[in-house]
């Protein structure tokens, strides 16, 4: 016991140092040179070699995301494809151990959409991991990493969630006048500042928001540490998505936060602390300013949510106007969809629309199967709590299109959500024991 405590805090020491020097390149017009860059990677990734859990993901996830949403692209690569081949070579090193976890239920039903979109996009692009192939095909590797106790694997990952809200958070704050997005943003005055993408950078945030309000609530034992801890990742990852003014990223945290509070099965007594506590801070942020963007932002008389509806209908009347049954059955691969209906490559900015556009009829019913599944297998007396972290998704691919584009965290997430949804059903047949 007490060498596996010497050997986690060492682990824990070594990344710590390791992140420092990833927040050390503040350099927005360059990243670091590509020797320095695979010597980090290395760096990384020797320890997770031999590990072979769930902490391979959450390492991988947290220096992936920070790297690549960050101020300045940093240290760790950007090609998704190399992690797929550090996954596989780790499953490789450790054959020996059990993976009967992998047996997540309806699993095989993000398996045959992952290869439904990858073979739709080989025959329509010659490119089978454009769009979300890359990301799809890493996470077919995730389940591997999740141990027999899924307690203990879903506690990592809901961790580097969290971790990444609050590094990113604290970035923003301490490095956000040095990303000045756009001046008198909608004639108010005042600046929007982001880096890479304010939108997706403030959805990431949220996530940990919203599992630091989940655990809050669920802690049967709280301490003074781990208040501090998941109340300061909901305080700081607030108040950067609230200066960063991502409506999207607002209303996905409201909505989920308001399911987890409400329809939630905690006692009342933690449902009125935690209501008493977001209120409490959101009035004290209101009254500081925090919320003067937004409020432009929300109230400038756009009711195009920022040209998205435009785009949307474009795209859906040149899909459905085709005439044409194989594309609306089977869609027009991605490639194609992006200059669909707007002769130029526009994102979609909403998953379902591309889901539709990109991938037809089919694609989008598989699409939805892979979003709903995790709550309809959740046990009954635990369904709130994960349809309150679906829905974020949900709600978030309304305005984005996080899944069909394949940005990495949010294909995590997707895990996330299932192994959450596991860990209830292995709890509800032990307690049934």
């Not at 060492?10 to 040179?33: D, R």
């Not at 059990?98 to 025959?123: C, M, P, Q």
């Not at 580097?160 to 958070?169: C, D, K, L, R, Y």
């Not at 009254?287 to 756009?302: A, E, H, Q």
């Amino acid at each position: 016991m007490l060498k596996n405590n010497i050997r986690t805090t060492t682990l824990y020491i070594y990344y710590a140092i390791l992140m420092a020097v990833l927040l050390s390149w503040t350099n927005p017009e360059a990243a670091p040179p590509d020797s320095l860059r695979y010597a980090f990677l290395g760096a990384i990734t020797l320890p997770l070699l031999f590990d072979g859990s769930a902490f391979t993901i959450a390492i991988i996830s947290i220096f992936y995301t920070i790297s690549y949403y960050g101020y300045a692209f940093s240290y760790m690569p950007q090609s998704i494809i190399i992690y797929v081949i550090i996954l596989a070579l780790c499953i490789l090193l450790n054959k020996n151990k059990s993976y009967a976890s992998i047996r997540i239920e309806g699993w095989h039903s993000f398996v045959v959409f992952g290869l439904y979109f990858i073979f739709i996009n080989t025959i329509t692009s010659s490119n089978p991991l454009i769009a979300n192939g890359s990301s799809i095909l890493l996470c077919f590797f995730i389940p591997f990493f999740i141990s027999k106790d899924w307690n203990e694997s879903v506690k990592i990952l809901e961790h580097s969630f969290i971790i990444i809200s609050i590094i990113m958070s604290v970035q923003y704050l301490m490095i956000g006048d040095k990303a000045i997005l756009v001046a008198n943003q909608d004639g108010s005055g005042l600046v929007r500042t982001g880096w890479t993408d304010p939108n997706h950078y403030a959805s990431i945030i949220g996530m940990g928001v919203v599992i630091s309000v989940m655990l809050l609530m669920e802690l049967k034992e709280r301490t003074l540490i781990s208040s501090l801890y998941y109340g300061s990742a909901i305080i700081l990852s607030i108040i950067v998505v609230l200066l960063n003014a991502s409506r999207g990223a607002a209303i996905s945290i409201a909505l989920s936060v308001l399911f987890l509070v409400f329809m939630s099965k905690v006692k009342t007594r933690y449902k009125i602390l935690v209501t008493v506590f977001v209120t409490v801070l959101l009035i004290g942020l209101y009254n500081y300013g925090f919320f003067d963007l937004l409020k432009v932002r929300m109230t400038t008389g756009d009711v195009t949510a920022g040209e998205r509806t435009v785009i949307w209908s474009n795209k859906l009347n040149a899909f459905i106007n085709s005439n044409n049954p194989l594309s609306l059955l089977f869609g027009v691969g991605f490639e194609n969809g992006l200059v669909l209906g707007t002769n130029y490559p526009v994102s979609a900015h909403n998953d379902y629309v591309c889901a539709f556009v990109d991938y037809g009829l089919v694609g989008l019913i598989l699409f939805l199967i892979v979003l709903i599944l995790p709550v309809v297998k959740t046990p009954t007396k635990r369904r709130s709590i994960v349809f309150a972290l679906a829905a974020y998704l949900w709600a978030v691919g309304l305005t984005l299109t996080p899944l069909t584009e394949g940005f990495l965290p949010y294909f995590v997430f997707l895990i996330y959500v299932f192994s959450k949804m596991q860990m209830y059903r292995q709890q509800e047949v032990l307690n049934k024991l």
